[in-house]
């Protein structure tokens, strides 16, 4: 048997795509930033104009999901990461919005097989999203951190060479004796 377990050695050569709700950019635009900040720091080039990262904004939590899935069907990201942020006390549709996301996220993993990574604050008020978005701490971070990892974890899953997908294929390639 096996322990899949992801690392961060790899980040030099993944590729990763970013969803921003520009609804309450004041605390969106701020996980961005530590996101940014932490797929810097363990080697991605965060450029727009270069190789590793594509940036998608959207109008708000609500779009989205229907962007990441476009996005996770290209094929060309190791992971995806979702950011927005919904707030309670600024519109009676919170949990319309709130269960809208969190559905269309994990829809758009399960059906993909790409990781799309949870971003979204949500709060009851814009003093405790502020304090998610760097006042105490910054989630923005961590979300970096678990799309790093699961970019690093799939492919190990995939690689394996117990993974029947993959005895299958060999299967297939190997020319019968008989
Ligand atoms: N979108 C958010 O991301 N956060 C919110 O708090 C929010 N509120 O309060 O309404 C919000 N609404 C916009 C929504 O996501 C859609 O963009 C809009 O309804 C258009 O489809």
């Known amino acids: 048997m096996a322990v899949f377990e992801g690392s961060f050695a790899r980040a030099h050569s993944q590729r990763f795509a970013i969803v921003i709700g520009r609804f309450n950019d004041l605390v969106t635009s701020k996980l961005l930033s530590a996101c940014q900040d932490c797929l810097k720091r363990h080697g991605v080039n965060i450029d727009?104009?270069?190789?590793q990262v594509d940036y998608a904004w959207v109008p708000g939590s609500f779009e989205i999901a229907m962007v990441a899935r476009q996005l996770a069907l290209t094929g060309r990201y190791d992971a995806i990461i979702c950011i927005g942020a919904v707030i309670r006390g600024q519109t009676p549709h919170f949990d319309y919005v709130c269960s809208e996301v969190s559905k269309g996220i994990a829809a758009t993993s399960f059906q993909t097989g790409i990781p799309v990574i949870f971003g979204i604050v949500t709060?009851?008020?814009?003093?405790?999203?502020?304090?998610?978005?760097?006042?105490?701490?910054?989630?923005?971070?961590?979300y970096a951190m678990s799309a790093l990892e699961m970019a690093s974890l799939i492919p190990q899953i995939k690689a394996d060479p117990s993974n029947p997908a993959i005895l299958a294929a060999v299967e297939s390639a190997t020319p019968s004796l008989s």
């Open 123 to 142: 709060t009851d008020t814009m003093q405790q999203a502020l304090e998610r978005a760097g006042i105490k701490n910054n989630l923005g971070w961590g």
């Open 48 to 51: 727009p104009d270069g190789s």
